[in-house]
């Protein structure tokens, strides 16, 4: 039996799997991440969460499970601030001199 070959990702799935906007995906991912955790932690229902965000039970079921495709960063960032959560974008020049990237933090 031959030895698997293991490769180091990048630290980006999206990017690994090759999407054209990976950092976007990601970006989306860890914002949904965050919602999902905090309706969580809160204890809310998917039907009172649903209607705090003003989408119907079937979206925010597909949202929370990976399916955020539809959903522009400010739609997502949107539903961050509803759940009292300040959201701030921070922009430095790039350590490097490469494209800029996007990323996501909670403090």
């Known amino acids: 039996m031959a030895a698997e070959k293991i490769e180091a990702g990048s630290g980006n799935v999206f990017a690994d799997v090759g999407f054209a906007d990976a ?5 989306k991912a860890g914002i949904v991440a965050r919602i999902d955790k905090i309706l969580r932690r809160r204890r809310l ?3 009172r ?3 705090l965000f003003d989408l119907s039970h079937e979206e925010l079921s597909r949202l929370v499970r990976g399916h955020f495709r539809k959903y ?3 739609r997502l960032l949107h539903l961050l601030t509803i759940l009292g959560q ?3 974008i921070i922009t430095h020049t790039a350590k490097t001199q490469r ?3 996007l ?3 909670v403090v």
């Open 45 to 47: 229902t998917d039907k």
């Open 99 to 101: 494209q800029g990237r």
């Open 103 to 105: 990323s996501f933090q």
């Open 49 to 51: 969460a649903a209607k």
């Open 72 to 74: 522009s960063v400010e």
């Open 23 to 27: 950092d976007t995906h990601l970006l």
């Open 86 to 88: 300040d959201v701030e």
